[in-house]
T-cell receptor, first 113, second 117 residues
Framework: GENVEQHPSTLSVQEGDSAVIKCTYSDSASNYFPWYKQELGKRPQLIIDIRSNVGEKKDQRIAVTLNKTAKHFSLHITETQPEDSAVYFC????????????FGAGTRLFVKA | GAVVSQHPSRVICKSGTSVKIECRSLDFQATTMFWYRQFPKKSLMLMATSNEGSKATYEQGVEKDKFLINHASLTLSTLTVTSAHPEDSSFYIC?????????????FGPGTRLLVL
């Protein structure tokens, strides 16, 4: 089945700096890669996603890149703000597991004011 | 976007009792729902796939007799934790698949925090 690895586990940046979180996946058939932001005690919130037919997608300060050949995808947050502090999860689905969402281990992002 | 609800939001029960958690898709029909468990400071771990009108598919290591799943309608899936023990205390989250055109999107419920004393 699908296996998703995520790095780093913790990331601390200064307000205004950029943050990058990287993930790799194992199932080459996976075709949908969402990113979630989770605040303490809350449900994961979808912040951006990318499908396998594109290599990059951007939404204001957030961008995601996908390299299908290498089977890795990354989340880029620019001009970070304290309210960006949360746990971020990458995920992969659509391969042999169908709609099953397999999550990475998560990255705890701290943005220092 | 689509809305998924869960009930209850939190529950405290005594060891040995059973607890039922409901997951509803409020404005769309979902033939497939998923149940996840999340321990503190950990990722969401898929427990099972709930299929409307058929038996659930459990992930490796998840006891199907302990975590009973029923998906009786296109908008409701239930997870029953039977004979709960303190180690079952966790955050349980469901998700439902919404299909729009050729694309599918997962929508998550708000989660249920279970504490077993």
């Amino acid at each position: 089945g699908e296996n998703v690895e995520q790095h780093p586990s913790t990331l601390s940046v200064q307000e205004g700096d950029s943050a990058v979180i990287k993930c790799t996946y194992s199932d080459s058939a996976s075709n949908y890669f969402p990113w979630y932001k989770q605040e303490l005690g809350k449900r994961p919130q979808l912040i951006i996603d990318i499908r396998s037919n594109v290599g990059e997608k951007k939404d204001q300060r957030i961008a995601v890149t996908l390299n299908k050949t290498a089977k890795h995808f990354s989340l880029h947050i620019t001009e970070t703000q304290p309210e960006d502090s949360a746990v971020y999860f990458c995920a992969a689905l659509g391969g042999t597991g169908g709609f099953k969402t397999i999550f990475g281990a998560g990255t705890r992002l701290f943005v220092k004011a | 976007g689509a809305v998924v609800s869960q009930h209850p939001s939190r529950v405290i029960c005594k060891s040995g009792t059973s607890v039922k958690i409901e997951c509803r898709s409020l404005d769309f029909q979902a033939t497939t729902m998923f149940w996840y468990r999340q321990f503190p400071k950990k990722s969401l771990m898929l427990m099972a796939t709930s299929n409307e009108g058929s038996k659930a598919t459990y992930e490796q290591g998840v006891e199907k007799d302990k975590f009973l799943i029923n998906h009786a309608s296109l908008t409701l899936s239930t997870l029953t934790v039977t004979s709960a023990h303190p180690e079952d205390s966790s955050f349980y989250i469901c998700s439902a698949t919404a299909v729009a055109g050729a694309q599918e999107t997962q929508y998550f419920g708000p989660g249920t925090r279970l504490l077993v004393l």
